[in-house]
Nanobody, 115 residues
Framework: QVQLVESGGGLVQPGGSLRLSCVASGSIFSIVTMGWYRQAPGKQRELVAAITRGGSTNYADSVEGRFTISRDNTKNTLYLQMNSLKPEDTAVYYC?????????WGPGTLVTVSS
């Protein structure tokens, strides 16, 4: 079973940037569409960005133009560059297969956007 470990979260001021990373075990990573999800307090988990094995990307309207998803299949690593962060981006961020998270969920990484 694939294991996922997210990192890179933290406290950032509005307008700031963070880069999240997700390391996956197993060779299947390189052949599946992966995504970043987030879950804000009191809300359901939502998919915010996805990337196919070939590098095609798709974003939720709420992050389009501010977030960039990328992957390095040689390192089994998924990235999320987040710029122009807003308080409403505050959430625990997870990576998983997209559009349905079929792997076991990792611990996630907390992103807090606050002044």
């Amino acid at each position: 079973q694939v294991q996922l470990v997210e990192s890179g979260g933290g406290l950032v001021q509005p307008g700031g940037s963070l880069r999240l990373s997700c390391v996956a075990s197993g060779s299947i990573f390189s052949i599946v569409t992966m995504g970043w999800y987030r879950q804000a307090p009191g809300k359901q988990r939502e998919l915010v960005a996805a990337i196919t094995r070939g590098g095609s990307t798709n974003y939720a309207d709420s992050v389009e133009g501010r977030f960039t998803i990328s992957r390095d299949n040689t390192k089994n690593t998924l990235y999320l560059q987040m710029n122009s962060l807003k308080p409403e981006d505050t959430a625990v961020y997870y990576c998983n297969r997209a559009p349905v998270g079929m792997f076991y969920w990792g611990p996630g990484t907390l992103v807090t956007v606050s002044s």
